[in-house]
T-cell receptor, first 109, second 114 residues
Framework: QKEVEQNSGPLSVPEGAIASLNCTYSDRVSQSFFWYRQYSGKSPELIMSIYSNGDKEDGRFTAQLNKASQYVSLLIRDSQPSDSATYLCAAGKGNDMRFGAGTRLTVKP | SAVISQKPSRDICQRGTSLTIQCQVDSQVTMMFWYRQQPGQSLTLIATANQGSEATYESGFVIDKFPISRPNLTFSTLTVSNMSPEDSSIYLC???????????FGEGSWLTVV
């Protein structure tokens, strides 16, 4: 069965710190990887996408992909209280995407 | 990016009734996807809706319980039939980008069955 696993958290970091979110996937044919942010009561919002090994940076966010280890991570630098949300990892190929259950992040002022 | 509108955004439903959720996209798309997210759980794909053909359901979901319509390339509906408290969930409509490498979600429909 194709699985995407995340630590459910909660992960708590102080304001200004780096938050590190991790995700593993089981389907080796996965080609597309996404991180979504979901605030309570809201739908998921795309934060980052990554398709090749290595790092991809966008502002305070960095996605890291290691296909050999089947591992994806999201780093949030200079964490802000507004980053407090659940972060969903998704992995798959084409229209076959699987989502993790999400990691709840709390950034404390 | 795609703009996806869903309604209702929220509803409280009586056990045994049915509710239809509407999804409108601002551009023509071949496939539309319906997900369910139960409290504290991951997103689970219910079915894929293609215009002009029957929806394709994932394991554990059946047409009698979740009938789907797809009358044109910008619109779809999902009906949750004969609801029970276990159907209390967020239901999300989604589309993929033209290149198929990004997934966009509607605002979601929060259903509570009492």
């Amino acid at each position: 069965q194709k699985e995407v696993e995340q630590n459910s958290g909660p992960l708590s970091v102080p304001e200004g710190a780096i938050a590190s979110l991790n995700c593993t996937y089981s389907d080796r044919v996965s080609q597309s990887f996404f991180w979504y942010r979901q605030y309570s009561g809201k739908s998921p919002e795309l934060i980052m996408s990554i398709y090749s090994n290595g790092d991809k940076e966008d502002g305070r966010f960095t996605a890291q992909l290691n296909k050999a280890s089947q591992y994806v991570s999201l780093l949030i630098r200079d964490s802000q209280p507004s980053d407090s949300a659940t972060y969903l990892c998704a992995a798959g190929k084409g229209n076959d995407m699987r989502f993790g259950a999400g990691t709840r992040l709390t950034v404390k002022p | 990016s795609a703009v996806i509108s869903q309604k209702p955004s929220r509803d409280i439903c009586q056990r045994g009734t049915s509710l239809t959720i509407q999804c409108q996209v601002d551009s023509q798309v071949t496939m539309m996807f319906w997900y369910r997210q139960q409290p504290g759980q991951s997103l689970t794909l219910i079915a894929t809706a293609n215009q002009g053909s029957e929806a394709t359901y994932e394991s554990g979901f059946v047409i009698d319980k979740f009938p789907i319509s797809r009358p044109n390339l910008t619109f779809s509906t999902l009906t949750v039939s004969n609801m029970s408290p276990e159907d209390s969930s967020i239901y999300l409509c989604s589309v993929h980008s033209l290149r198929g490498n990004t997934i966009y979600f509607g605002e979601g429909s929060w259903l509570t069955v009492v």
